[in-house]
């Protein structure tokens, strides 16, 4: 059996980018957190503080080494895989987005290797947070900057796409027009809630289970003064969360609204129309799922909603996005039960940490954290196809058809199923290679680099 | 006579930029490869902060490439696109080992060194894979532009080729001992670093005789002058000079450009028929500017720190007595 060209390169640069968000979020999580701890250590001089932004550094610097090398292998994949859609990309003020975010990531790059290397130079509490602060700026723009990229996909604008389609030309090119399409607030809005929560909840998981596995008093202490953190910030996040995604519906609704109707799995227009969970589709008839009556016309707040039947089936994304969106809502409601009652808990002084069934709980909420995340990229991105520019640019247009890549495309492969995990494993070594005592003791600035 | 073609300029100075901090560790990792106790000293306190640097500066290239010629892509895709993946598997293994070997703790079977060492190799082979796409782009060996492939047989099979990247090989052993400092190798640097001009001009020869022009004596003399003023005490320490050899190391990639433009591949195309056009020439220029202006800013202030931490390692002060294990000679 040959499986086709085209469907390998989608397939590796989905995993690519399925792997590479995973240590992207982390990165961000860590950053956020760095950012936070610097800031309480500065205010409060409390030497828990000291000792984790001591400690959080350390897996920074490899989830950054990690994250840059994954970056590039996307950035030249992108032209590799998909030149057609990277040379429209070029022609179009696309490509500023992405030249905009080079300097995003010089500026983290920058003030990250000026802390870490040379932080002991700024002995002011306050100069070392002011450091993290560009670093923060810096990783969370670069984010921003990507689903600008991903809004332009959604919504393509900047350019006649009407004599694009006729002729192939690319003509009347407006060179900043894709930093706004009518998708980039809805989108910007809900992964900077979404994904500093899955990095800052991967922290938290952590915390709760070393906690446990903490004898050390003082270890202990650390994990609490972290943990506290790490909920009060997903709380906060959890709820934008949520806001952001009733807003991603509406944008769905207005601007992809066939994606809508297949992730509510629509078959027909309608009004008052029950919200389907999970089931699928059987013929022209939805099968074994949970019909909720009114729900989405009140959900979506719009008396008519769009059904598959309006678009010739040609155009249909995979209905799979019905069960990853539906998984991802459920899974969402649980994750944010879960905080509120640990943090509920944590406010009646119920010390919900000295629990293990909940600390195992955030342990698995941290899971179902990532796989929400990852959930929902991919609804996003099957919910696009066939196309990679929607309604512009099909994924099969957009691929290269060199087999060469073939068997190098299987070693990126296998090299980041050993890569990702290991590097998780690794900083969590990392996070702790040295003595809580001597984190306690040591300076807060900067970390232990072999050279 | 024709006009400058300022997309090709500003993007050959990034690549200049890139691949100058490229071949500076590039040299550190021969150094870690040959001798890794002696020259370990010398070389991380450079590497470490800088790979980072060189990184960002890698994915600046390919997005103002990509800006630049936007036609260039599914070509280019087409011809090298395997040689591209190898070079993007190289990259994670660079990134990967350097990361885990500046925080690794254990010394077991896989410790700091042998990570280290590691980094040193994949940075050698992306060294290599750079140099095999260079010396195609340059002399169109291996090139089959009608049918947009490239084939690693034929591109051996041209003489050049493989002095190429020898002749580079030898001016990168050469040259590290200046960059790091290694007085001890004071005496082989300047013949072992014109025995690699030499072998680069031949390889350039037996590509086309029109390479070695005129222009060839930029480089050729810019490349051993260091190496030359490192025989003496009184000039070494000029060209030993992290931030004085780093930027003859840009101006010598930039008076390469005469061997990419106006023609790439041998002749095989015209680089001005590539480039982008219309409003996009404009935002490439704005972006470049205020961006340029940025990373100057910020490289400054990099610099910057590094001075400081040079004078704090100099100073005697107690406070300062910390920061000298860890601080590079900019």
Request: charged share 10%.
């Amino acid at each position: 059996m040959s499986i086709p060209i085209v469907d390998f390169d989608r397939f590796l640069f989905a995993f690519t980018i399925g792997s590479h968000i995973l240590i992207v979020s982390l990165s961000i999580g860590l950053a956020i957190m760095l950012c936070a701890v610097e800031f309480l250590s500065a205010r409060s001089k409390d030497r828990y503080y000291g000792a984790l932004a001591r400690r959080l550094v350390r897996p920074f610097v490899v989830s950054f080494g990690i994250g840059t090398a994954s970056g590039i292998v996307m950035a030249v994949e992108l032209v590799n895989l998909f030149p057609g859609f990277m040379t429209l990309v070029s022609k179009t003020g696309v490509i500023s987005i992405f030249y905009v975010e080079i300097f995003a990531f010089f500026l983290e790059t920058v003030f990250l290797v000026v802390y870490v290397y040379y932080g002991k130079l700024f002995h002011g509490r306050y100069t070392r947070w002011l450091l993290t602060l560009p670093i923060v700026i810096g990783t969370l723009l670069s984010a921003v900057l990507i689903v600008m990229v991903n809004a332009w996909m959604n919504t393509p604008n900047g350019f006649d796409i009407g004599t694009y389609l006729a002729t192939g030309a690319v003509t009347g090119v407006d060179p900043w027009a894709p930093f706004l399409t009518p998708s980039t607030g809805y989108e910007v809005f809900h992964v900077l809630a979404t994904v500093p929560l899955t990095g800052i909840m991967m922290i938290g998981g952590f915390f709760a289970y070393r906690y446990h596995k903490s004898s050390n008093p003082d270890e202990r202490t650390l994990f609490v003064k972290g943990l506290r953190i790490t909920v009060a910030l997903s709380l906060v996040l959890v709820v934008l969360t949520v806001i952001s995604g009733v807003l991603q519906i509406e944008n769905l609704y207005r601007y992809q609204p066939l994606k809508y109707a297949a992730m509510e799995l629509n078959v027909n227009p309608g009004t008052n129309l029950p919200e389907t969970v999970f089931g699928w589709l059987n013929g022209t008839t939805v099968v074994g799922a949970i019909q909720i009556p009114g729900l989405q016309g009140i959900l979506s707040d719009h008396a008519n909603v769009p059904g598959l039947s309006q678009y010739p089936s040609s155009d249909w994304p995979p209905l799979i996005i019905h069960d990853t969106f539906d998984t991802m809502v459920l899974l969402g409601v649980l994750l944010g039960l879960f905080l509120f009652g640990y943090a509920g808990l944590w406010v009646l002084k119920r010390r919900p940490f000295d629990r293990r069934f909940l600390a195992w709980g955030f342990v698995v909420f941290t899971v179902v954290t990532t796989v929400v995340m990852e959930l929902g990229w991919m609804t996003d991105e099957l919910g696009r196809q066939p196309w990679i520019v929607y309604n512009v640019m099909t994924v099969s247009q957009a691929a290269s058809t060199n087999s060469d890549l073939f068997y190098p495309g299987l070693v990126i492969i296998a090299a980041y199923i050993f890569l990702v995990p290991f590097t998780f494993w690794f900083m969590a070594r990392v996070f702790r290679s040295k003595s809580i005592e001597a984190d306690l003791a040591g300076p807060t600035e900067g970390t232990d680099v072999n050279y | 006579m024709s006009t400058i073609n300022w997309l090709f300029e500003v993007n050959f100075v990034i690549f200049s930029v890139f691949l100058a901090l490229f071949l500076t560790e590039l040299m550190g990792g021969v150094l870690l490869l040959l001798a890794y106790d002696r020259a370990k000293a010398k070389v991380l306190p450079y590497i470490v902060p800088i790979w980072e640097v060189t990184g960002t500066f890698a994915a600046f290239w390919v997005v103002t490439s990509d800006f630049a010629y936007p036609n260039m892509l599914i070509p280019v895709a087409d011809l090298f696109g395997g040689l591209i993946v190898v070079f993007l598997i190289l990259i994670v293994a660079r990134n990967a080992s350097i990361s885990f070997a500046e925080l690794i703790t254990k010394r077991g079977w896989v410790d700091e060194r042998k990570l280290y060492q590691a980094y040193a190799i994949a940075t050698l082979l992306i060294g290599v894979v750079v140099l095999v796409a260079l010396s195609a782009i340059v002399s169109g060996a291996g090139v089959d532009l009608s049918n947009l492939s490239f084939s690693l047989g034929s591109w051996l099979a041209n003489p050049g080729s493989a002095l190429y990247v020898l002749g580079a090989v030898v001016i990168a052993v050469g040259l590290a001992p200046v960059f790091y400092g290694f007085e001890e190798l004071r005496r082989l640097t300047l013949p072992v670093t014109v025995v690699g001009v030499l072998v680069e001009a031949g390889a350039l020869y037996l590509y086309a005789s029109s390479f070695l022009s005129a222009y060839f004596l930029i480089p050729t003399v810019l490349t051993i002058l260091p190496a030359l003023l490192f025989q003496s005490r009184q000039t070494a320490p000029i060209v030993s000079h992290k931030l004085v050899f780093a930027v003859v190391a840009v101006v010598i990639v930039f008076s390469l450009s005469y061997l990419v433009y106006p023609t790439a591949f041998n002749g095989g195309i015209t680089v001005d028929a590539w480039t982008t056009t219309g409003p996009m020439v404009g935002a490439y220029y704005v972006l470049s500017v205020v961006g340029a202006l940025f990373v100057g800013l910020l490289m400054a202030l990099y610099l910057a720190v590094v001075q400081r931490s040079l004078q704090a390692r100099t100073s005697p002060s107690p406070s300062s007595a910390s920061v000298a294990p860890n601080s590079p000679n900019p």
